[in-house]
């Protein structure tokens, strides 16, 4: 499967659950719907910090989809999605959509050995438990007070969590060595994906922030 593939699926997802979400709440809450510009503007944000983070890093590694760097668009899409519905309140929706990506990757390699479909399986639930749990912290620390640098937070734990999915099998046969570097690639996919979301995601949070305040302090004028 293309990137560009996955990369339909989440967002045709992740538009359902947006007008699944406010279908279902518009009736008990008038002025619902107007977050859903609000959504769609954060998701955009959030992807193009991720593939800007990885065109720096990478250049045009990022369209070879054969290729680790091309989950700039993939993963970047996931955790996207995820941090923008948690962020305005919609953590079902993104468990939701989190479960749907895990079945997706898994259905990619459904025809394959089962030990492989079994160690991307263990890839795929681990990542996506990873940026939900990312995402949790994220909004944490937002309600703790937290407005500017959450995004320098991000990279790390994504690296961090790109490690931890990476199974031991994957690493049979290689050297020391080669470990070593392979890990630490990884890692490094993994800050330029989460700073790049998280950049993206804080910057329309910034904007919201002040927006808001200015038109409170003309409305106060």
């Known amino acids: 499967m293309s990137a560009a593939t996955v990369i339909a699926v989440l967002i045709g997802g992740l538009f359902f659950l947006f007008v699944r979400t406010w279908t279902l709440g518009v009736r008990e809450q008038e002025g619902a719907l107007l977050e859903i510009p609000l959504a769609v503007v ?7 910090g991720s593939v800007g983070a ?3 890093a990478f250049r045009a590694g990022i369209f070879r989809f054969d290729m680790p ?3 700039v ?3 970047g899409a996931l955790m996207a999605g995820v941090l923008t ?6 953590v079902v929706p993104a468990v939701s959509l989190s479960a749907a990506w895990v079945l997706y990757q898994v259905g990619t ?3 394959d050995d089962w030990s492989r479909v079994a160690m991307h399986a263990t890839w795929s639930v681990v990542l996506a438990i990873g940026i939900l749990l990312i995402a949790l912290i994220w909004d944490l620390l937002s309600s703790r007070g937290v407005r500017l640098g959450k995004f320098l937070l991000s990279g790390p734990l994504l690296g961090g969590v790109y490690m931890a999915a990476a199974p031991v099998t994957f690493l049979k046969g290689i050297s020391p060595d080669g470990v070593m570097r392979s890990l630490l690639l990884t890692f490094f996919l993994g800050i330029v994906i989460g700073d790049g979301v998280g950049l993206g995601v804080e910057l329309v949070e910034l904007l ?3 927006t808001g305040r200015r038109t409170v302090g003309e409305a106060g004028g």
Do not use: E, H, N
């Not at 954060?42 to 193009?48: L, N």
């Not at 519905?85 to 919609?90: A, F, P, S």
């Open 69 to 71: 760097p091309a989950q």
């Open 42 to 48: 954060m998701f955009a944000a959030a992807m193009a």
């Open 73 to 75: 668009f993939t993963t």
């Open 54 to 56: 990885g065109w720096i």
């Open 85 to 90: 519905l948690t962020r305005i309140g919609k």
């Open 208 to 210: 919201r922030t002040w």
């Open 109 to 111: 390699v459904i025809r």
